[in-house]
């Protein structure tokens, strides 16, 4: 198993902390992993993405031009990345930053209204991890287990406690993925 994957959305959003925990999900599983990770000098508020590799063999090059997997936040971050995503990969969305949805019809294709659900549960941070869940539901590359191992492996030790309201908020992003 290799997926190559591509996190994107405006700084603040938490792509760049959504692709280090998975990342790290895939070390505490025993994969290969690569992070690289791109923003602008703006950061918060301007464009962030993720690259994230994770494999059962030896990674090549962090480097890629085409995914396997597209998790897009905003407009811009669909515009340039739904023409990269793999015939036969698949795209996800957030409904909430999308004005034009996507249109490819050789992908799957995934909206998950996770601002709506992080609004519900009424913590605006778990959003990202909202938009993780929705991922493993459709495309299990790591387990919910290395996902929380992972969690108390990357978040300081005084956010431990904000653990099980991000496996929940996990478990949630699997119950509201729709395809399209």
């Given at each position: ?79 340039k990345f739904e023409p990269k995503v793999k015939p036969g990969g698949i795209l996800i969305y957030d409904s909430y930053g999308i004005i ?81």
């Open positions: 198993m290799k997926k190559e994957i591509i996190i994107s959305g405006f700084g603040g959003q938490g792509v760049l902390s959504m692709g280090k925990i998975l990342a790290y999900s895939g070390l505490m599983e025993g994969k290969e992993v690569t992070w690289m990770p791109a923003y602008g000098p703006e950061q918060r508020g301007g464009t962030a993405n993720v690259t994230v590799i994770i494999s059962d063999d030896r990674i090549s090059s962090p480097i890629l031009s085409k995914y396997d997997i597209a998790i897009v936040l905003n407009q811009p971050s669909l515009d034009n949805p996507p249109k490819r019809t050789d992908i799957e294709i995934y909206s998950i209204n996770a601002m709506d659900k992080a609004a519900e549960m009424k913590n605006a941070k778990i959003f990202n991890m909202i938009v993780l869940g929705g991922l493993l539901h459709v495309c299990p590359v790591v387990t919910s287990a290395g996902l929380e191992k992972a969690l108390y492996k990357t978040l300081p030790e005084r956010h431990h406690a904000m653990i099980p309201l991000n496996m929940q908020a996990l478990a949630e992003g699997g119950n509201i993925m729709e395809k399209k």
